[in-house]
Nanobody
């Protein structure tokens, strides 16, 4: 069983920045993917960014590439999502997820464990 806890959400003005953190605990794969997804009211869930542990491969949605950066913390069970140059359309609940590494790292169907989410609001 894996538990994920997100933190760092909040309200910012357009152009501002936020730093989201995800801490994973429990038993999980030796090598895996950690990803961030978001969902705004009335919209489908969107894969934002993912990172492959041990390989340091990173993946981004076109909508956030160049503005968001995903990384691992000092401990490999921590994933950081740095959000820069935020836009009102980035407003959503952001979720952290863990799963196996696949050829579709931004597809939520490939993730088994999910956090409760942290709200990001950009005005």
């Amino acid at each position: 069983h894996v538990q994920l806890v997100e933190s760092g959400g909040g309200s910012v003005q357009a152009g501002g920045s936020l730093r989201l953190s995800c801490v994973a605990s429990g038993n999980y794969y030796n090598t895996y993917a950690i990803a961030w997804f978001r969902q705004a009211p009335g919209k489908e869930r969107e894969g934002v960014a993912a990172i492959f542990t041990s390989l340091d491969g990173t993946f981004y949605a076109d909508s956030v590439r160049g503005r968001f950066t995903i990384s691992q913390g000092n401990a490999k069970n921590i994933a950081i999502l740095q959000l820069n140059s935020l836009k009102p359309e980035d407003t959503a609940m952001y979720y952290c997820a863990v799963g196996r590494r696949t050829l579709q790292p931004l597809n939520g169907d490939n993730y088994n464990y999910w956090g409760q989410g942290t709200q990001v609001t950009v005005s």
